[in-house]
């Protein structure tokens, strides 16, 4: 197969390992920094000019979009859809789980486990969102935050309404979260390849701080999930429309609890704590999906 991969750099891990397995697995596969693509809008006729050439036709296309250039990332790999390369991810589900909101209220209208979330524009009424999910201590997102930055716990009454009308002052979209104690600073992160969960990870927060992030100073290690925590990161996976992801859930006491569906996994942590090879799988995931054409959306919106 002729393989594209979007990429900032060569130098990321998981870039380089997708790389590697293409190679190891007979491929041809080239970086694309999508931020250097100019995309060409022409009627039927769809193509990405890449450093004063056009792009040739690809077989499958492994998006790598990262949080901060979502928009570009996915105006791209649209482009790529256009152009009739089968998609790893498709561009609206990635898209899609970009958005905390939108993610949580989908996942929801399916019955996937949730905690108990809060949105709100208006923030005046910062004692009505706690007591709507279930009062202190609770968890502040940005709606678009990642790696852990923007995530808060207002541990008082008094410190979550603070945190709320902060947010609020400088006009930032927020979700006030019930704070699973029990979880006790750690998550689970299921790396989902297809319907199946392929490996999974318990990731720790360091010392004191209850965000699991990697990207804060968390250590991973290999865990063993139920079969309702596989249950329900496949139904999370399948419901955004995501055919490789991370699931990242919290042990609550009722059970399994989806916090994020993340759509550019890093497969640094998850191959180092379980020893299993992640990036040959999403290859090997390829070679039987990728069919040229056999991308749903073609684009579409
Ligand atoms: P990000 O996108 O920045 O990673 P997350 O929603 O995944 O944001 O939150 C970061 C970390 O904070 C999680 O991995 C988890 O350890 C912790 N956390 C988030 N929400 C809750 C919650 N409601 N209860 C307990 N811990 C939480
Ligand atoms: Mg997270």
Redesign the pocket.
């Known amino acids: 197969m002729k393989l594209a991969l979007m990429s900032r750099s060569s130098k990321i891990y998981s870039t380089g390992r997708l790389v590697e397995a293409a190679k190891e697995r007979g491929h041809d596969i080239d970086v694309i920094d999508h931020l250097r693509c100019y995309i060409n809008i022409t009627s039927n006729r769809p193509s990405i000019r890449y450093q004063g050439e056009n792009l040739p036709k690809y077989d499958a296309v492994i998006p790598r979009i990262g949080a901060s250039v979502t928009f570009y990332g996915t105006a791209v790999l649209r482009q790529f859809e256009m152009m009739g390369v089968y998609p790893l991810n498709e561009s609206v589900a990635i898209s899609r789980s970009r958005d905390?909101l939108r993610s949580m209220q989908l996942l929801a209208r399916k019955g996937v486990g949730l905690?108990v979330t809060v949105f709100a524009h208006k923030t005046s009424r910062a004692d009505e969102i706690i007591k709507m999910a279930g009062g202190a201590p609770v968890?502040i997102?940005l709606l678009e935050?990642?790696?852990?930055?923007?995530?808060v716990l207002g541990e008082t009454q008094k410190a979550a309404e603070s945190i709320i009308q902060a947010f609020g002052g400088v006009g930032s979209n927020i979700l006030t979260?019930?704070?699973?104690?029990e979880?006790g600073?750690?998550?689970i992160r299921c790396l989902v390849i297809g319907d199946k969960v392929v490996a999974a990870m318990k990731?720790t927060?360091k010392e004191g701080d209850?965000?699991?992030?990697l990207h804060r100073g968390g250590t991973a290690e290999q865990v063993k999930i139920s079969p309702i925590e596989r249950k329900t990161a496949t139904l999370a996976a399948k419901t955004m429309g995501l055919k490789v992801c991370g699931v990242?859930l919290?042990r609550g006491n009722q059970g399994p609890v989806v916090?994020?569906v993340n759509s550019s996994p890093g497969l640094e942590g998850i191959e180092k704590s379980t020893g299993k090879d992640i990036a040959g799988m999403i290859i090997e995931f390829l070679e039987k999906e990728a069919k040229p054409g056999k991308t749903r959306t073609r684009g579409k919106g």
């Open positions: 905390k905690p968890v997102k935050g990642t790696q852990g930055i923007g995530v979260q019930q704070f699973i104690k979880a600073g750690s998550d990731r927060g209850f965000r699991s992030n990242d919290l916090m994020e």
